[in-house]
């Protein structure tokens, strides 16, 4: 049973460019969320998806968007780069019926010039 | 809003028991989970505590009181592996049910 998967595991990008960012649900898990790690800090919320909507949304600018596919993968988007979203993206999903766990991604890794 | 705060590093040797220690403020409180990071990769699953009370998994065991919006994590018989940054998080209204704030967390250094 594959885990959470991640793509890409790295990435570059110039400030004011636009990034991607794709994750795959473990097997059973219909909800995806997602958190920003800075160096040395624990994983900020982001955003989570379920049932192809945003339920829930962190302290983040519109610039960070995102997506749930009918399959349970998602993507994070962000618009107009700045030199501060340089982070691990982490993407965590969670059980069908199991709020308590969440099972973490490998993460990406985005560095902003 | 909600803040969790967590000592920022722990050193302990070989062998010892460990203790790490969590306070938490939230207007709402559904449970208290801790994770494990080891440098470089993703944050792992310990535990979770939703009721007061103390949970045990093999080497790790985990505190929860609601009233005093404090909880812990120990780690018995520390092996070197344990060296990692560990944290801990709440779920509630913020985050909604299914998503967490998480602590700054704790580094562990385990010496020989």
């Known amino acids: 049973d594959a885990g959470v998967t991640q793509s890409p595991t790295h990435l570059i990008k110039t400030r004011g460019q636009q990034v991607t960012l794709r994750c795959s649900p473990k097997?059973?898990?219909?909800?995806v969320s997602w958190y920003q790690q800075a160096l040395g800090q624990g994983p900020q919320f982001i955003f989570q998806?379920?049932?192809?909507?945003?339920?829930q949304r962190g302290n983040f600018p519109d610039r960070f968007s995102g997506h749930q596919f009918p399959n349970y993968s998602s993507e994070l988007n962000v618009n107009a780069l700045l030199l501060g979203d340089s982070a691990l993206y982490l993407c965590?999903?969670?059980?069908?019926?199991?709020?308590?766990?969440?099972?973490f991604g490998p993460g990406t890794r985005l560095t902003v010039t | 809003g909600q803040s969790l705060e967590q000592p920022s590093e722990v050193t302990a040797v070989e062998g010892a028991i460990v203790q790490i220690n969590c306070t938490y403020q939230?207007?709402?409180?559904?449970?208290l989970s801790w994770y494990q990071q080891h440098d470089g990769g993703a944050p792992t699953f310990l535990s979770y505590?939703?009721?007061?009370g103390l949970e045990e998994t093999g080497r790790f065991s985990s505190f929860l009181s609601r009233s005093d919006s404090y909880g812990y994590l120990l780690l018995q018989e520390l092996q070197m592996k344990d060296s990692a940054s560990y944290f801990c998080?709440?779920?509630?209204?913020?985050?909604?049910?299914?998503?967490?704030?998480f602590g700054s967390g704790t580094r562990l250094q385990v010496q020989p």
């Open positions: 965590a999903s969670t059980p069908a019926g199991k709020r308590s766990e969440q099972y």
């Open positions: 097997s059973g898990h219909d909800t």
């Open positions: 998806y379920y049932e192809e909507e945003e339920r």
């Open positions: 939230t207007s709402g409180f559904y449970g």
């Open positions: 505590n939703a009721l007061d």
């Open positions: 998080a709440v779920r509630g209204p913020l985050t909604g049910r299914r998503a967490l704030t």
